[in-house]
Protein backbone atom coordinates (compact mmCIF):
# COMPACT_ATOMS: atom_id res chain seq x y z
CA UNK A 1 0.00 0.00 0.00
CA UNK A 2 2.95 2.09 1.07
CA UNK A 3 4.54 1.64 -2.10
CA UNK A 4 1.35 2.58 -3.98
CA UNK A 5 1.02 5.67 -2.32
CA UNK A 6 4.51 6.96 -2.92
CA UNK A 7 4.02 6.21 -6.34
CA UNK A 8 0.82 8.04 -6.34
CA UNK A 9 2.04 11.11 -4.97
CA UNK A 10 5.57 11.19 -6.76
CA UNK A 11 3.41 11.15 -10.58
CA UNK A 12 4.71 13.94 -11.71
CA UNK A 13 1.20 14.69 -13.47
CA UNK A 14 -0.43 15.25 -9.85
CA UNK A 15 2.52 17.27 -8.81
CA UNK A 16 1.20 20.37 -10.08
CA UNK A 17 2.36 23.52 -10.21
CA UNK A 18 0.15 26.30 -9.97
CA UNK A 19 -0.99 26.88 -13.79
CA UNK A 20 -1.40 29.93 -15.05
CA UNK A 21 -4.97 30.49 -16.18
CA UNK A 22 -6.50 29.33 -13.10
CA UNK A 23 -5.01 32.46 -10.81
CA UNK A 24 -7.62 34.41 -9.33
CA UNK A 25 -10.75 33.00 -9.18
CA UNK A 26 -10.10 30.12 -8.86
CA UNK A 27 -8.11 31.02 -5.39
CA UNK A 28 -11.01 33.31 -4.20
CA UNK A 29 -13.16 30.16 -4.53
CA UNK A 30 -11.36 27.14 -3.38
CA UNK A 31 -9.75 30.06 -0.16
CA UNK A 32 -13.72 29.95 0.45
CA UNK A 33 -14.09 26.58 -0.14
CA UNK A 34 -11.31 25.17 2.30
CA UNK A 35 -12.32 27.79 5.25
CA UNK A 36 -9.07 29.12 4.41
CA UNK A 37 -7.39 26.27 4.12
CA UNK A 38 -4.11 26.50 2.29
CA UNK A 39 -4.52 25.88 -1.16
CA UNK A 40 -2.86 22.46 -2.57
CA UNK A 41 -0.33 23.92 -4.28
CA UNK A 42 2.48 21.93 -4.31
CA UNK A 43 1.05 20.16 -1.71
CA UNK A 44 1.64 16.97 -3.53
CA UNK A 45 5.53 17.32 -3.28
CA UNK A 46 5.23 18.42 0.57
CA UNK A 47 3.42 15.32 1.40
CA UNK A 48 5.77 13.14 -0.78
CA UNK A 49 8.27 14.94 1.36
CA UNK A 50 6.13 14.32 4.67
CA UNK A 51 5.78 10.47 3.84
CA UNK A 52 9.19 9.63 3.20
CA UNK A 53 10.21 11.49 5.90
CA UNK A 54 8.18 10.10 8.40
CA UNK A 55 9.01 6.66 7.21
CA UNK A 56 12.49 7.12 7.40
CA UNK A 57 11.63 8.68 11.40
CA UNK A 58 9.89 5.39 12.20
CA UNK A 59 12.74 3.37 10.30
CA UNK A 60 15.23 5.01 12.68
CA UNK A 61 13.89 5.00 16.04
CA UNK A 62 13.00 1.60 15.38
CA UNK A 63 16.27 0.94 15.01
CA UNK A 64 17.45 2.51 18.20
CA UNK A 65 15.04 0.55 20.02
CA UNK A 66 17.19 -2.57 19.05
CA UNK A 67 19.19 -3.53 22.48
CA UNK A 68 23.05 -2.94 22.43
CA UNK A 69 24.42 -6.07 20.16
CA UNK A 70 28.18 -7.02 20.30
CA UNK A 71 28.16 -8.34 17.36
CA UNK A 72 27.84 -5.04 15.57
CA UNK A 73 31.25 -5.09 15.82
CA UNK A 74 31.67 -8.29 13.39
CA UNK A 75 30.91 -7.96 10.20
CA UNK A 76 28.26 -10.66 10.14
CA UNK A 77 26.69 -8.82 12.70
CA UNK A 78 26.58 -5.77 10.99
CA UNK A 79 25.36 -7.52 7.40
CA UNK A 80 22.99 -9.35 9.74
CA UNK A 81 21.47 -5.91 11.56
CA UNK A 82 21.64 -3.89 7.82
CA UNK A 83 19.34 -6.91 6.32
CA UNK A 84 16.86 -6.49 9.23
CA UNK A 85 16.90 -2.69 8.61
CA UNK A 86 16.46 -3.09 4.81
CA UNK A 87 13.39 -5.54 5.36
CA UNK A 88 11.83 -3.78 7.97
CA UNK A 89 12.08 -0.74 5.89
CA UNK A 90 10.76 -3.13 2.83
CA UNK A 91 7.84 -4.29 4.97
CA UNK A 92 6.81 -0.32 5.49
CA UNK A 93 6.88 -0.19 1.95
CA UNK A 94 5.18 -2.77 0.77
CA UNK A 95 1.63 -3.14 0.20
CA UNK A 96 -0.67 -4.25 3.56
CA UNK A 97 -1.95 -7.45 3.20
CA UNK A 98 -4.91 -8.65 3.70
CA UNK A 99 -6.41 -11.85 2.65
CA UNK A 100 -7.32 -11.66 -0.85
CA UNK A 101 -10.08 -13.47 -1.80
CA UNK A 102 -12.98 -12.06 0.15
CA UNK A 103 -15.98 -10.78 -0.78
CA UNK A 104 -17.12 -6.99 -0.26
CA UNK A 105 -20.62 -5.74 -0.42
CA UNK A 106 -20.88 -2.24 -1.82
CA UNK A 107 -24.05 -0.01 -1.68
CA UNK A 108 -22.35 2.50 -4.49
CA UNK A 109 -24.55 4.77 -6.59
CA UNK A 110 -27.24 4.10 -7.73
CA UNK A 111 -27.98 2.60 -11.72
CA UNK A 112 -31.08 4.77 -11.95
CA UNK A 113 -28.72 8.24 -11.51
CA UNK A 114 -27.08 9.26 -14.83
CA UNK A 115 -24.36 7.05 -15.40
CA UNK A 116 -22.96 7.12 -12.03
CA UNK A 117 -24.41 3.30 -11.04
CA UNK A 118 -21.94 1.89 -14.36
CA UNK A 119 -18.65 4.30 -13.33
CA UNK A 120 -19.11 3.29 -9.90
CA UNK A 121 -18.89 -0.40 -10.53
CA UNK A 122 -16.61 -0.75 -12.85
CA UNK A 123 -13.98 1.22 -10.93
CA UNK A 124 -15.44 -1.10 -7.92
CA UNK A 125 -14.48 -4.24 -9.83
CA UNK A 126 -11.50 -2.93 -11.18
CA UNK A 127 -9.87 -2.79 -7.73
CA UNK A 128 -11.63 -6.19 -7.04
CA UNK A 129 -9.56 -7.63 -10.26
CA UNK A 130 -6.32 -5.80 -9.07
CA UNK A 131 -6.51 -7.29 -5.20
CA UNK A 132 -7.73 -10.42 -6.15
CA UNK A 133 -11.10 -9.81 -4.24
CA UNK A 134 -14.81 -10.38 -5.13
CA UNK A 135 -17.57 -6.68 -5.28
CA UNK A 136 -20.90 -7.67 -5.28
CA UNK A 137 -22.49 -4.11 -5.85
CA UNK A 138 -26.00 -3.01 -4.29
CA UNK A 139 -27.07 0.12 -6.33
CA UNK A 140 -28.47 2.40 -4.24
CA UNK A 141 -32.10 3.88 -4.67
CA UNK A 142 -31.97 6.98 -7.00
CA UNK A 143 -33.20 8.83 -4.25
CA UNK A 144 -31.52 9.89 -1.73
CA UNK A 145 -34.78 9.19 0.96
CA UNK A 146 -35.04 6.38 -0.25
CA UNK A 147 -31.56 5.54 0.46
CA UNK A 148 -31.08 6.68 3.83
CA UNK A 149 -34.32 4.69 4.53
CA UNK A 150 -32.67 0.85 3.29
CA UNK A 151 -29.43 1.92 4.61
CA UNK A 152 -31.42 2.10 8.46
CA UNK A 153 -32.39 -1.15 7.56
CA UNK A 154 -29.36 -2.50 7.41
CA UNK A 155 -28.10 -0.46 10.60
CA UNK A 156 -30.24 -0.92 12.64
CA UNK A 157 -30.29 -5.56 12.46
CA UNK A 158 -26.31 -4.77 12.44
CA UNK A 159 -26.61 -6.11 9.24
CA UNK A 160 -23.16 -7.53 8.41
CA UNK A 161 -24.82 -7.81 4.64
CA UNK A 162 -23.26 -4.36 3.07
CA UNK A 163 -19.86 -3.71 4.33
CA UNK A 164 -19.07 -0.48 2.24
CA UNK A 165 -22.33 2.08 2.24
CA UNK A 166 -21.84 5.13 -0.27
CA UNK A 167 -23.57 7.97 2.33
CA UNK A 168 -24.72 11.40 1.91
CA UNK A 169 -22.58 14.42 3.02
CA UNK A 170 -25.66 15.06 5.47
CA UNK A 171 -26.20 11.73 7.52
CA UNK A 172 -22.77 11.54 9.49
CA UNK A 173 -24.48 11.86 12.85
CA UNK A 174 -26.89 9.12 11.92
CA UNK A 175 -24.33 7.18 10.28
CA UNK A 176 -21.80 7.12 13.27
CA UNK A 177 -22.72 4.31 15.68
CA UNK A 178 -22.66 2.03 12.64
CA UNK A 179 -19.32 2.73 11.17
CA UNK A 180 -16.00 1.85 11.48
CA UNK A 181 -13.50 4.89 12.83
CA UNK A 182 -11.62 5.34 9.91
CA UNK A 183 -8.78 7.02 11.69
CA UNK A 184 -7.81 3.78 12.73
CA UNK A 185 -6.95 2.86 9.41
CA UNK A 186 -6.03 6.17 7.35
CA UNK A 187 -3.44 7.56 8.35
CA UNK A 188 -2.85 11.13 9.50
CA UNK A 189 -0.88 12.16 6.06
CA UNK A 190 -3.66 10.53 3.96
CA UNK A 191 -6.63 12.14 5.81
CA UNK A 192 -4.58 15.29 5.57
CA UNK A 193 -4.86 15.41 1.69
CA UNK A 194 -8.98 16.16 1.90
CA UNK A 195 -10.57 19.08 1.89
CA UNK A 196 -10.55 19.80 5.70
CA UNK A 197 -14.23 21.36 5.96
CA UNK A 198 -14.91 17.86 4.53
CA UNK A 199 -13.32 15.82 7.39
CA UNK A 200 -14.72 17.91 10.01
CA UNK A 201 -18.25 17.40 8.51
CA UNK A 202 -17.47 13.86 8.54
CA UNK A 203 -16.13 13.57 11.69
CA UNK A 204 -18.11 12.75 14.89
CA UNK A 205 -17.43 12.98 18.48
CA UNK A 206 -13.79 12.58 17.33
CA UNK A 207 -14.41 9.27 15.22
CA UNK A 208 -14.06 9.89 11.19
CA UNK A 209 -17.38 8.09 10.07
CA UNK A 210 -16.45 8.51 5.96
CA UNK A 211 -14.01 9.23 4.03
CA UNK A 212 -15.54 12.73 1.18
CA UNK A 213 -15.76 11.34 -2.24
CA UNK A 214 -17.27 13.85 -4.17
CA UNK A 215 -18.57 17.11 -3.64
CA UNK A 216 -21.83 18.25 -5.04
CA UNK A 217 -23.31 21.93 -5.74
CA UNK A 218 -27.02 23.34 -6.66
CA UNK A 219 -26.48 24.90 -10.70
CA UNK A 220 -28.62 26.93 -12.68
CA UNK A 221 -28.98 24.82 -15.99
CA UNK A 222 -30.16 27.19 -18.71
CA UNK A 223 -30.66 26.97 -22.63
CA UNK A 224 -28.37 29.48 -24.12
CA UNK A 225 -29.79 28.94 -28.14
CA UNK A 226 -33.20 29.76 -26.30
CA UNK A 227 -32.09 32.85 -24.45
CA UNK A 228 -30.45 34.10 -27.57
CA UNK A 229 -33.88 33.53 -29.65
CA UNK A 230 -36.03 35.08 -27.31
CA UNK A 231 -33.39 38.00 -26.63
CA UNK A 232 -32.10 37.36 -23.49
CA UNK A 233 -28.39 38.36 -23.40
CA UNK A 234 -27.28 36.76 -20.06
CA UNK A 235 -28.58 34.41 -17.93
CA UNK A 236 -31.11 35.99 -14.98
CA UNK A 237 -29.31 37.33 -12.05
CA UNK A 238 -32.47 36.96 -9.47
CA UNK A 239 -35.79 34.53 -9.16
CA UNK A 240 -38.36 36.83 -10.72
CA UNK A 241 -36.16 37.70 -13.56
CA UNK A 242 -35.32 33.44 -14.43
CA UNK A 243 -39.98 33.53 -13.85
CA UNK A 244 -40.12 36.35 -16.51
CA UNK A 245 -37.66 34.60 -18.94
CA UNK A 246 -39.30 31.18 -18.40
CA UNK A 247 -42.49 32.29 -18.78
CA UNK A 248 -41.68 34.23 -22.30
CA UNK A 249 -39.52 31.20 -23.47
CA UNK A 250 -42.54 29.09 -22.47
CA UNK A 251 -45.18 30.74 -24.38
CA UNK A 252 -43.01 31.42 -27.64
CA UNK A 253 -42.32 27.42 -27.16
CA UNK A 254 -45.44 26.25 -26.71
CA UNK A 255 -46.94 28.21 -29.89
CA UNK A 256 -44.32 27.39 -32.15
CA UNK A 257 -45.65 23.42 -31.61
CA UNK A 258 -44.48 22.36 -28.52
CA UNK A 259 -47.35 21.95 -26.06
CA UNK A 260 -44.69 20.17 -23.55
CA UNK A 261 -42.44 22.75 -23.50
CA UNK A 262 -41.76 24.27 -19.54
CA UNK A 263 -39.92 27.06 -18.51
CA UNK A 264 -38.44 25.64 -15.15
CA UNK A 265 -37.91 22.50 -13.73
CA UNK A 266 -36.74 21.33 -10.36
CA UNK A 267 -36.63 18.52 -7.82
CA UNK A 268 -40.69 19.41 -5.82
CA UNK A 269 -41.07 15.41 -4.35
CA UNK A 270 -41.08 15.56 -0.81
CA UNK A 271 -37.56 14.19 -0.29
CA UNK A 272 -34.29 15.31 0.22
CA UNK A 273 -34.03 16.25 -3.01
CA UNK A 274 -36.68 19.28 -1.97
CA UNK A 275 -34.98 20.07 0.85
CA UNK A 276 -31.85 20.97 -1.25
CA UNK A 277 -33.88 23.18 -3.32
CA UNK A 278 -35.59 24.55 -0.40
CA UNK A 279 -32.66 26.19 1.26
CA UNK A 280 -31.29 27.58 -1.91
CA UNK A 281 -34.37 29.63 -2.29
CA UNK A 282 -34.86 30.67 1.56
CA UNK A 283 -30.88 31.20 1.80
CA UNK A 284 -30.57 33.50 -1.40
CA UNK A 285 -33.67 35.71 0.11
CA UNK A 286 -32.18 36.37 3.45
CA UNK A 287 -34.24 33.75 5.41
CA UNK A 288 -31.01 31.72 6.52
CA UNK A 289 -30.52 28.58 6.86
CA UNK A 290 -33.34 27.16 8.78
CA UNK A 291 -31.52 26.25 12.05
CA UNK A 292 -28.46 28.26 12.64
CA UNK A 293 -24.59 27.24 13.59
CA UNK A 294 -25.72 28.25 16.84
CA UNK A 295 -28.51 25.53 17.27
CA UNK A 296 -30.74 29.07 16.85
CA UNK A 297 -34.04 27.98 14.82
CA UNK A 298 -34.53 30.56 12.05
CA UNK A 299 -37.34 29.41 9.53
CA UNK A 300 -40.19 31.78 10.81
CA UNK A 301 -39.24 34.94 9.25
CA UNK A 302 -40.49 36.82 6.65
CA UNK A 303 -37.74 36.42 3.96
CA UNK A 304 -38.53 32.39 4.28
CA UNK A 305 -42.13 33.04 3.71
CA UNK A 306 -41.76 35.09 0.70
CA UNK A 307 -38.85 32.51 -0.59
CA UNK A 308 -41.51 29.98 -0.21
CA UNK A 309 -44.43 31.81 -2.11
CA UNK A 310 -42.22 32.75 -4.75
CA UNK A 311 -41.47 28.92 -5.44
CA UNK A 312 -45.30 28.38 -4.54
CA UNK A 313 -46.35 31.06 -8.12
CA UNK A 314 -44.26 28.61 -10.64
CA UNK A 315 -45.95 25.65 -10.42
CA UNK A 316 -48.30 25.05 -12.80
CA UNK A 317 -46.51 28.51 -14.57
CA UNK A 318 -43.65 28.11 -15.61
CA UNK A 319 -42.99 24.66 -14.15
CA UNK A 320 -45.43 21.34 -14.85
CA UNK A 321 -48.03 20.86 -11.79
CA UNK A 322 -46.39 17.53 -11.32
CA UNK A 323 -43.43 19.02 -10.73
CA UNK A 324 -44.27 18.02 -6.96
CA UNK A 325 -43.55 14.42 -7.56
CA UNK A 326 -40.04 15.20 -9.08
CA UNK A 327 -36.91 13.79 -8.33
CA UNK A 328 -33.40 14.95 -10.43
CA UNK A 329 -33.86 12.75 -12.93
CA UNK A 330 -37.64 13.41 -13.83
CA UNK A 331 -35.95 16.92 -14.04
CA UNK A 332 -33.16 15.90 -16.03
CA UNK A 333 -35.59 13.89 -18.52
CA UNK A 334 -37.55 17.14 -19.68
CA UNK A 335 -34.16 19.13 -19.87
CA UNK A 336 -32.07 16.45 -21.71
CA UNK A 337 -35.05 16.33 -23.78
CA UNK A 338 -35.44 19.78 -25.12
CA UNK A 339 -38.03 20.52 -23.02
CA UNK A 340 -37.10 23.48 -20.70
CA UNK A 341 -35.85 26.41 -20.72
CA UNK A 342 -34.17 26.42 -17.06
CA UNK A 343 -33.43 23.44 -14.69
CA UNK A 344 -32.45 23.39 -10.82
CA UNK A 345 -29.76 20.31 -10.88
CA UNK A 346 -26.38 18.89 -9.71
CA UNK A 347 -23.51 18.60 -11.99
CA UNK A 348 -23.68 15.09 -12.86
CA UNK A 349 -26.68 16.05 -15.53
CA UNK A 350 -23.89 18.20 -17.05
CA UNK A 351 -21.82 15.46 -19.07
CA UNK A 352 -24.66 14.11 -19.79
CA UNK A 353 -26.59 16.79 -21.46
CA UNK A 354 -22.73 17.73 -23.23
CA UNK A 355 -23.09 14.11 -24.11
CA UNK A 356 -23.02 14.26 -28.50
CA UNK A 357 -26.24 11.67 -28.33
CA UNK A 358 -28.07 14.18 -26.36
CA UNK A 359 -30.55 16.42 -28.20
CA UNK A 360 -29.49 20.08 -26.03
CA UNK A 361 -25.83 19.35 -26.85
CA UNK A 362 -24.25 22.10 -27.40
CA UNK A 363 -26.99 24.55 -26.28
CA UNK A 364 -26.97 24.88 -22.81
CA UNK A 365 -24.70 26.08 -19.94
CA UNK A 366 -24.31 26.56 -16.08
CA UNK A 367 -24.03 29.60 -13.74
CA UNK A 368 -25.04 29.90 -10.46
CA UNK A 369 -28.71 29.84 -8.89
CA UNK A 370 -30.47 33.31 -8.87
CA UNK A 371 -30.58 35.53 -6.13
CA UNK A 372 -33.90 36.26 -4.24
CA UNK A 373 -34.37 39.76 -5.40
CA UNK A 374 -31.69 42.34 -6.39
CA UNK A 375 -30.55 42.83 -2.51
CA UNK A 376 -31.14 38.25 -2.28
CA UNK A 377 -27.74 36.21 -2.08
CA UNK A 378 -26.54 33.52 -4.89
CA UNK A 379 -27.04 29.89 -2.67
CA UNK A 380 -25.89 26.67 -3.95
CA UNK A 381 -27.05 23.99 -1.43
CA UNK A 382 -24.03 21.98 -0.52
CA UNK A 383 -24.06 18.25 -1.40
CA UNK A 384 -21.69 15.62 -1.82
CA UNK A 385 -21.31 11.48 -1.25
CA UNK A 386 -18.82 9.53 1.30
CA UNK A 387 -17.34 6.40 1.52
CA UNK A 388 -18.20 4.75 5.16
CA UNK A 389 -16.92 0.96 6.56
CA UNK A 390 -19.93 -0.92 8.19
CA UNK A 391 -18.96 -1.18 12.24
CA UNK A 392 -20.75 -4.95 11.53
CA UNK A 393 -18.31 -5.80 8.47
CA UNK A 394 -16.69 -8.73 8.51
CA UNK A 395 -14.04 -8.36 6.38
CA UNK A 396 -13.24 -4.23 6.82
CA UNK A 397 -9.52 -4.35 6.30
CA UNK A 398 -10.52 -5.40 2.82
CA UNK A 399 -13.69 -3.10 2.86
CA UNK A 400 -11.06 0.05 3.80
CA UNK A 401 -8.63 -0.69 1.21
CA UNK A 402 -11.69 -0.49 -1.19
CA UNK A 403 -12.57 2.86 0.37
CA UNK A 404 -9.42 4.13 -0.46
CA UNK A 405 -8.91 2.97 -3.89
CA UNK A 406 -11.51 4.90 -4.79
CA UNK A 407 -11.04 7.99 -2.82
CA UNK A 408 -7.19 7.89 -4.09
CA UNK A 409 -6.01 10.51 -6.50
CA UNK A 410 -5.77 8.50 -9.94
CA UNK A 411 -9.58 7.34 -9.10
CA UNK A 412 -11.27 10.78 -8.31
CA UNK A 413 -9.77 12.42 -11.22
CA UNK A 414 -11.65 9.81 -13.62
CA UNK A 415 -14.48 10.64 -11.87
CA UNK A 416 -13.96 14.45 -12.34
CA UNK A 417 -13.12 13.90 -15.57
CA UNK A 418 -15.50 11.24 -16.73
CA UNK A 419 -18.67 11.97 -14.93
CA UNK A 420 -17.85 16.01 -13.66
CA UNK A 421 -17.84 15.08 -10.18
CA UNK A 422 -15.82 17.45 -8.24
CA UNK A 423 -13.13 16.11 -6.25
CA UNK A 424 -12.71 16.18 -2.14
CA UNK A 425 -8.29 15.83 -2.48
CA UNK A 426 -7.01 19.65 -2.32
CA UNK A 427 -4.58 19.14 -4.49
CA UNK A 428 -6.36 17.68 -7.90
CA UNK A 429 -7.50 21.24 -7.37
CA UNK A 430 -4.10 22.32 -8.85
CA UNK A 431 -3.74 19.40 -11.45
CA UNK A 432 -3.47 21.45 -15.11
CA UNK A 433 -4.57 17.75 -16.50
CA UNK A 434 -8.14 18.26 -14.58
CA UNK A 435 -9.08 21.87 -14.07
CA UNK A 436 -9.19 21.93 -18.04
CA UNK A 437 -11.18 18.76 -17.78
CA UNK A 438 -14.24 19.02 -15.10
CA UNK A 439 -16.38 20.31 -18.31
CA UNK A 440 -18.78 22.71 -16.22
CA UNK A 441 -16.39 24.13 -13.95
CA UNK A 442 -14.49 26.99 -16.30
CA UNK A 443 -18.36 28.28 -16.42
CA UNK A 444 -19.50 28.55 -13.02
CA UNK A 445 -16.31 28.87 -10.64
CA UNK A 446 -18.24 31.13 -8.58
CA UNK A 447 -20.62 28.38 -7.76
CA UNK A 448 -18.87 26.61 -4.73
CA UNK A 449 -18.11 30.08 -3.12
CA UNK A 450 -21.68 30.28 -2.43
CA UNK A 451 -22.49 27.22 -1.33
CA UNK A 452 -24.92 26.75 2.05
CA UNK A 453 -24.95 23.58 3.85
CA UNK A 454 -28.21 21.84 5.20
CA UNK A 455 -28.44 21.81 8.92
CA UNK A 456 -26.84 18.76 9.62
CA UNK A 457 -24.23 18.93 11.88
CA UNK A 458 -26.47 20.70 14.38
CA UNK A 459 -29.16 18.28 14.35
CA UNK A 460 -26.53 15.08 13.85
CA UNK A 461 -28.98 11.84 14.17
CA UNK A 462 -32.05 13.72 14.06
CA UNK A 463 -31.00 15.14 10.37
CA UNK A 464 -33.37 13.34 9.02
CA UNK A 465 -36.48 14.24 11.37
CA UNK A 466 -35.80 17.68 10.36
CA UNK A 467 -35.39 17.16 6.62
CA UNK A 468 -39.14 14.95 6.23
CA UNK A 469 -40.60 18.25 8.23
CA UNK A 470 -38.92 20.46 6.14
CA UNK A 471 -39.68 18.39 2.86
CA UNK A 472 -43.37 16.75 4.18
CA UNK A 473 -44.35 21.02 4.40
CA UNK A 474 -43.35 22.80 1.51
CA UNK A 475 -44.36 19.93 -0.62
CA UNK A 476 -47.64 21.09 0.50
CA UNK A 477 -46.94 24.57 0.09
CA UNK A 478 -45.89 24.07 -3.60
CA UNK A 479 -48.97 21.62 -3.92
CA UNK A 480 -51.32 24.00 -2.43
CA UNK A 481 -52.79 22.33 0.30
CA UNK A 482 -51.02 24.67 3.01
CA UNK A 483 -49.75 28.31 3.22
CA UNK A 484 -46.16 29.18 3.56
CA UNK A 485 -46.75 30.65 6.72
CA UNK A 486 -48.11 27.91 7.95
CA UNK A 487 -45.48 26.09 6.88
CA UNK A 488 -42.77 27.26 8.33
CA UNK A 489 -44.74 27.40 11.84
CA UNK A 490 -44.67 23.21 11.55
CA UNK A 491 -41.40 23.32 10.28
CA UNK A 492 -40.11 25.75 13.19
CA UNK A 493 -42.40 22.94 16.00
CA UNK A 494 -40.56 20.24 14.39
CA UNK A 495 -37.13 22.02 14.17
CA UNK A 496 -37.55 23.11 17.75
CA UNK A 497 -37.81 19.35 19.24
CA UNK A 498 -34.92 18.54 18.10
CA UNK A 499 -32.66 21.72 19.19
CA UNK A 500 -34.79 23.07 21.94
C1 LIG B 1 -27.30 14.92 -4.35
C2 LIG B 1 -26.43 15.52 -3.27
C3 LIG B 1 -26.86 15.07 -1.92
C4 LIG B 1 -28.32 15.37 -1.74
C5 LIG B 1 -29.12 14.68 -2.80
C6 LIG B 1 -30.59 15.03 -2.70
O1 LIG B 1 -27.05 13.58 -4.52
O2 LIG B 1 -25.08 15.19 -3.46
O3 LIG B 1 -26.08 15.70 -0.92
O4 LIG B 1 -28.77 15.00 -0.47
O5 LIG B 1 -28.67 15.08 -4.07
O6 LIG B 1 -31.32 14.38 -3.68
Given at each position: ?????A??L???KLT?????????V??????RL??R?????G????????L??????????A??G??P????N???????V????V???????????????E???F???????G???RWTR??AE??????????E????????T?T??LY?????????DV??Y???VI????AA?????LK??????????F???????NTV??????????I??????????L?E?????A?P?????LA?????I??G??????????????Q?????S?T?????????Y?????????K???I??P???????T?K?W??????????T?G???A????Q???A??M????????????????IS???D?????K??????????????????????K?P??????V?Y?????I??????E??L?????????????????P?????P?I???????????T???Y???????F??????L??E?SA????L????V???I??
Amino acid sequence: MLRTHARRLSNPKLTAENPAKWSAVRRVWLLRLCHRERSGKGGTNQAEKELTRNHLQWFIVAMKGFPPMNCLNDSFGRNAVQLLGVLFLVSLLTPRHFASGETIRFAGDSDLVGDNGRWTREVAEEWAKKTNNTVEYVSRPADATATLQLYLQYWGSKSADVDVYMVDVIWQGIAAPHAVDLKKYFKEEEIKQFFSHSVANNTVNGRLVSIPWFIDAGLLYYRTDLLEKYGYKAPPKTWEELAEMAKKIQEGERASGNPEFQGFVFQGKPSESLTCNVVEWIYSYGGGTVIDPHKKVTINNPDAIKALETAKSWVGTIAPKNVTTYGEEEARNIWQSGNAAFMRNWPYAYSLSADPKSPISGKFDVTVLPKGGDNGDNAACLGGWQLMVSGYSKVPNASVDLVRYLTSPEIQKKHAIELGLLPTLRALYSDPDLLGKIPWFKNAPDILINTVARPSTVTGGSYNQLSSGLFENVNKVLSGEESANDAVLQIERVAKRIVP
